[in-house]
């Protein structure tokens, strides 16, 4: 489902619209999370044709959720009576977003490439990876999908193929004029964004695991250090005592 719908579009009935954007975002890069794990399957010992429809599927719905996330998020921006504190989450929600489509659109350039030198309708010769077991149950959870069935693996045409390579393009391109109509919509300059979560905290917030490794690396370089110091004083006391009896020797003997 092409990424058609160029309006920006706010209808302004959510109660919450930061949490809201937040929601979409993550819902997004689950989405996402799930098509790079198809696209790496695509020429292994799993591809199949449950395969090219769980990511056709899964592709889907990445662009539905990026549509409504870029008409929510530009909205925001562009509104001048947003709060300072609101626009910087915003924002960060954006450098998300954007970042998260170009994923997605280089996963798609992947598979557009690797289905032409994997074909199921040329029954072509499949990497043996060793990966087992099938990905619908995955692509269910993704897509919040409980009842999900397993396409059935027919025989895939070389009529089919071409028109899904040919679908397939036409949503790369989309995808692309997408990423470039987001930049000229709404200027948020990625390297002005500063990363907040918990992710970045102090390393006091951490784990007692992480602060115990934490102080063994201490202990360990301030004995280092210590051994060091001694080292070196050992060494400038050798060479005074060299040069005090250099200089005596240079004395007696003129």
Avoid at 138 to 149: C, E, G, I, K, T
Wanted: glycine share 4%; with cysteine; net charge negative.
């Amino acid at each position: 489902m092409p990424l058609c719908n160029n309006k920006v579009v706010d209808d302004g009935t959510s109660a919450h619209p930061l949490q809201e954007g937040k929601t979409m975002v993550d819902s997004l890069v689950k989405v996402v999370a799930c098509y790079r794990h198809l696209a790496s399957c695509v020429g292994g010992c799993t591809d199949s044709s449950s395969l090219r429809c769980d990511l056709r599927q899964t592709r889907e719905r990445a662009q539905v959720l990026a549509l409504s996330c870029r008409n929510h998020l530009t909205a925001r921006l562009r509104d001048k009576t947003l709060p300072d504190d609101e626009k910087k989450e915003t924002e960060l929600l954006w450098v998300a977003f954007s970042s998260c489509l170009e994923l997605l659109h280089a996963d798609m350039c992947k598979v557009f490439s690797m289905v032409k030198h994997f074909s199921l309708a040329s029954n072509s010769t499949m990497v043996q990876t060793g990966i087992q077991g099938g990905t619908t149950e995955m692509v269910a959870r993704a897509l919040s999908l409980p009842d999900l069935q397993e396409a059935s693996d027919g025989t895939q045409t070389s009529s089919m193929e071409g028109q899904e390579q040919s679908q397939l393009e036409q949503e790369i391109a989309q995808v692309d004029r997408t990423l470039e109509d987001m930049e000229l919509k709404v200027n948020v300059l990625r390297w002005t964004v500063e990363a907040q979560g918990l992710q970045y905290a102090d390393p006091v917030s951490t784990d007692s695991a992480s602060l115990a490794l934490l102080s063994i690396d201490e202990e360990a370089a301030e004995r280092f250090c210590d051994r060091s110091q001694i080292f070196m004083a050992m060494i400038l006391c050798g060479v005074a005592i060299f040069a005090v009896a250099l200089s005596v020797c240079v004395v007696f003997l003129a």
